[in-house]
């Protein structure tokens, strides 16, 4: 895993449906942060042993193959990432008491209002270029 380095203003989204990626990455692209996509938690994983690490990461619960608990679990055994803020996305009712129990920084329900996506964003990292 990288060296503990965030990249500021990085945000990587992970989720299994291609057009709620494309459209977080574009709105948080078009604010000036530096958005990357992938659609599963493996692959996710893969790109965190290659990449410097986000400063924030967006993820989905309910994925094929590796689930967000899974993919939680997995970061946690890193030092280099298990600091790094995790925001939930999810559907289902209960996702405030997922984000709880995941000790993830917050959460979003789906489906995500641009408003609310922006905040969390802003709360957690800073756009790297202004508009």
Same mark, same amino acid.
């Given at each position: 895993?990288? %060296?503990?380095?965030?990249?500021?203003?990085?945000?990587?989204?992970?989720?299994?449906?291609?057009?709620?990626?494309e459209?977080?990455?574009?709105?948080?692209?078009?604010?000036?942060?530096?958005?990357?996509?992938?659609?599963? *938690?493996?692959?996710?994983?893969?790109?965190? !042993?290659?990449?410097?690490?986000?400063?924030?990461?967006?993820?989905?619960?309910?994925?094929?193959?590796?689930?967000?608990?899974?993919?939680?679990?997995?970061?946690? !055994?890193?030092? *280099?990432? *298990?600091?790094?803020p995790?925001? #939930?996305?999810? %559907?289902?009712?209960?996702? !405030?008491?997922?984000?709880?129990?995941? %000790?993830?920084?917050?959460?979003? !329900?789906?489906?995500?209002?641009?408003?609310?996506?922006?905040?969390?964003? %802003?709360?957690?990292?800073?756009p #790297?270029?202004?508009?």
């Amino acid at each position: 895993m990288s %060296g503990g380095v965030h990249s500021v203003g990085s945000i990587l989204v992970i989720d299994d449906d291609q057009d709620l990626r494309e459209a977080i990455t574009t709105a948080l692209t078009d604010e000036g942060y530096q958005a990357t996509a992938v659609g599963s *938690a493996r692959e996710a994983l893969v790109r965190l !042993r290659e990449d410097v690490a986000p400063s924030l990461i967006l993820l989905d619960m309910m994925m094929p193959g590796m689930d967000g608990w899974q993919f939680r679990l997995e970061l946690q !055994r890193e030092p *280099a990432t *298990a600091k790094i803020p995790i925001v #939930i996305l999810s %559907g289902h009712q209960n996702v !405030r008491d997922a984000a709880l129990a995941l %000790g993830a920084a917050d959460y979003l !329900r789906k489906p995500v209002r641009i408003e609310s996506l922006l905040e969390v964003a %802003g709360r957690y990292c800073r756009p #790297i270029f202004l508009n």
